[in-house]
């Protein structure tokens, strides 16, 4: 069928048939307009994906192959270094997954850059930035651990400068530190394991569910949310969170040249304001950061260093992962049975649940 149609003018003395063009409708344009914009959009993320990759490619690496962390000048000069290695948030050691990459967990971050700061020979000092009411008891422990092994090795001081928050497994790490600066408003302290547990037992009866699951032996579904837990078990538990907790109090007692009995008699799970853990030889003095940085300085003989500030630049793919991972947070959660007995099922944490894991 023809697109165009004669006017329809009536004839006269000269006339000629004129054709005038049909007019698109609104309709055809939105459609355009619509196909245009997604293929644009499609375009550009599909561009800026493929450069990020290149991106990543180019980063700047090691002798031994290894992404370097990216160095920021704070203050000071001169040759010598005090390297700030933040440890901030909920430890653990499972990492987060966007939507093209997948971000380090806090103890491989950690881990990273102790290993930068020990190869550098200009690095004199390590100053550790806590602000964490701690996490898993491995993460914590492996975190601790590494900075043993940094000060070990390499002869370098470690200072840990406290901020908002530096309790349970945040104290944990920060009892291998050489020094411990707490800020006058910091908390701390929580010395001590949890392993939170749910029981709906009495709640799902109620509503005539029953639990069938099938067990290999009487203590394989110790901790069942669906079942009420017995002496025996809770005696099990029990000893293995005894397990863990004099654990923590070794090392506070190792780090804090404390005796045994007495870092018992102030952990008891309490949390403690900075002058309130100098008071029972938690920390060693109160301050902010420059009092941390001259510390730091004192400690590894220096009167002058470089203040550098170890940080992880994220690229094009780094941001879509972040952004990926946000909107799969924000999505609404169906809570049930089988979900609900997986939480419930929590390891042992030197954690302090007062302060929000959402941070």
């Not at 006339?15 to 005038?20: D, N």
């Not at 538990?237 to 004099?246: G, R, T």
């Not at 260093?305 to 170890?310: D, G, L, Q, S, V």
Request: some cysteine.
């Amino acid at each position: 069928m023809s697109d165009v149609q004669p006017n329809v003018t009536p004839p006269g003395i000269g006339w000629q048939p004129v054709y005038l063009k049909k007019s698109r409708g609104a309709g055809f344009w939105v459609a355009v307009g619509f196909a245009i914009f997604f293929f644009l959009c499609t375009f550009l993320l599909f561009t800026l994906f493929i450069g990020s990759l290149v991106l990543s490619k180019a980063f700047v690496t090691s002798d031994t192959g290894k992404k370097q962390v990216a160095e920021t000048v704070i203050e000071g000069s001169g040759e010598d270094k005090i390297a700030i290695i933040s440890i901030k948030g909920i430890l653990s050691s499972e990492s987060a997954e966007g939507l093209f990459i997948e971000k380090p967990s806090i103890v491989e971050i950690a881990k990273q850059q102790l290993e930068q700061a020990a190869t550098d020979a200009h690095v004199r000092a390590v100053l550790l930035e806590v602000d964490s009411p701690g996490g898993g008891i491995t993460a914590s422990d492996i975190i601790y651990n590494n900075v043993i092994k940094f000060k070990t090795e390499t002869k370098k001081k470690v200072v840990v400068y406290m901020q908002d928050i530096a309790a349970s497994g945040g104290y944990y790490i920060s009892s291998a530190a050489d020094a411990i600066v707490a800020h006058p408003t910091t908390i701390t302290g929580s010395i001590g394991v949890i392993m939170p547990l749910i029981n709906v037992a009495e709640l799902i009866n109620r509503y005539g569910i029953k639990d069938s699951s099938i067990a290999s032996g009487n203590m394989k579904e110790i901790g069942s949310p669906l079942k009420p837990m017995t002496p025996e078990e809770n005696a099990i538990l029990k000893n293995i969170i005894d397990e863990m907790y004099m654990q923590f109090v070794k090392v506070v007692s190792t780090g804090r040249k404390l005796d045994v009995e007495s870092v018992k008699k102030i952990a008891d799970g309490r949390i403690y304001t900075g002058k309130q853990a100098l008071e029972n030889g938690l920390v060693d003095q109160l301050g902010y950061l420059e009092d941390a940085i001259g510390l730091s300085k004192k400690l590894a003989g220096l009167t002058e260093a470089t203040i550098i500030r170890y940080e992880k630049h994220y690229g094009l793919a780094d941001i879509f992962g972040l952004m990926s991972s946000r909107l799969i947070q924000n999505n609404t959660i169906k809570l049930d049975i089988s979900q609900l007995q997986e939480q419930a099922n929590t390891k042992p944490m030197y954690l302090w649940t007062g302060q929000s894991s959402s941070r």
